[in-house]
């Protein structure tokens, strides 16, 4: 009898030993398989709010932004605010003139409160300035000049009446945020009589400078997604792309409704000036809806810019 007892309590030990090791296993699992796609997730301090003229980044921003599974927060993040990880971004100018060349000037400071004279080299550049028209109609990609206060000068072609949104995409080379890729962004307004430009319907082709552009793809929200863009003329395969920002073509993409920024990082190698006909690309669009595309690539020594609308589910 006393066998007996002894027998059951050291079997129930052994079961309770197997469940405490499943149980652990099963945690195990979970953890490898749900953090891993959220690790490095980091949606950043809540956005400030922008000058007067500027609406804050929690009204613009789109409520799906920054809740998206797989997709990391930890670079660029969506630009809708003038600060972020403790950098602001200042506008000099609340508005701008229409119908004429027009100068921007912006800084940006870091945690402590002085201006940032230090960055990086990101694709060939120390700061990437661009502007967006509200109906995402204009756009325009900047290397500005930065003189020795910190004052950055971006100087821009004739700007149609509207709303326009000021981004700053930069890497600072020393201080807290060495490394880290920022986007920053302001609104100005350009006085005068504004007439909102339809956006055009999600293509997967368009054309520029007699150049066809081709995209191939169908990304999902929040998650990481290849594109390949092909481009020909006259029906052939375009192979004498030269380098531009160090690499075949810069393609930018843009939120409808609230103009939030996504880069789209190349991936194709870069071999002297015999690029193309087909390039590809690593897109992480955040939100579901419809984007608008600007890929600018490099032929003779001139720059072109083609637009399409990519939808995104």
Same mark, same amino acid.
């Given at each position: ?58 009204? !613009? ?46 800084? *940006? ?15 060939? =550049? ?56 920022? *986007? ?5 307004? *350009?006085?005068?009589?504004? !007439? ?21 793809? =169908? ?50 190698? *870069? ?43």
């Amino acid at each position: 009898m006393f066998g007996s007892s002894r027998f059951t309590a050291r079997r129930r030990a052994l079961a309770a030993a197997g469940t405490a090791g499943a149980l652990a296993l099963t945690l195990a699992a979970c953890g490898s398989s749900d953090d891993s796609s959220m690790s490095g997730m980091d949606h950043g301090p809540k956005p400030s709010a922008s000058s007067p003229s500027a609406p804050s980044a929690s009204a !613009t921003a789109s409520p799906s932004m920054g809740d998206m599974p797989g997709m990391d927060h930890t670079a660029a993040g969506n630009g809708l605010a003038d600060t972020r990880d403790g950098y602001r971004l200042t506008g000099h100018d609340t508005t701008l003139r229409a119908g004429k060349p027009a100068t921007y000037r912006f800084t *940006v400071t870091g945690p402590g409160g002085k201006p940032v004279t230090d960055f990086a080299l990101d694709q060939a =550049k120390r700061m990437h300035f661009y502007a967006i028209r509200s109906d995402l109609s204009g756009f325009q990609h900047i290397h500005p000049t930065m003189a020795k206060d910190g004052t950055w000068t971006a100087g821009l072609a004739s700007l149609p009446p509207g709303s326009w949104r000021m981004f700053a995409s930069f890497t600072p080379g020393s201080g807290a945020g060495k490394g880290r890729n920022l *986007v920053l962004s302001r609104t100005v307004t *350009v006085p005068g009589t504004s !007439t909102k430009t339809p956006l055009p319907t999600a293509a997967t082709t368009t054309g520029a400078d007699g150049y066809d552009v081709t995209v191939q793809g =169908k990304p999902m929200a929040g998650m990481g997604h290849p594109l390949t863009v092909r481009i020909t003329k006259d029906g052939k395969p375009v192979t004498d792309l030269q380098p531009y920002l160090d690499t075949y073509a810069h393609l930018t993409a843009f939120h409808e409704g609230d103009q939030a920024l996504a880069h789209l990082h190349p991936e194709t190698k *870069v071999n002297g000036d015999h690029g193309g006909p087909e390039l590809s690309f690593h897109a992480e669009l955040p939100a579901p809806g419809n984007w608008r595309l600007f890929l600018q690539f490099q032929t003779g020594g001139k720059l072109h810019t083609a637009a399409l609308t990519l939808r995104v589910g």
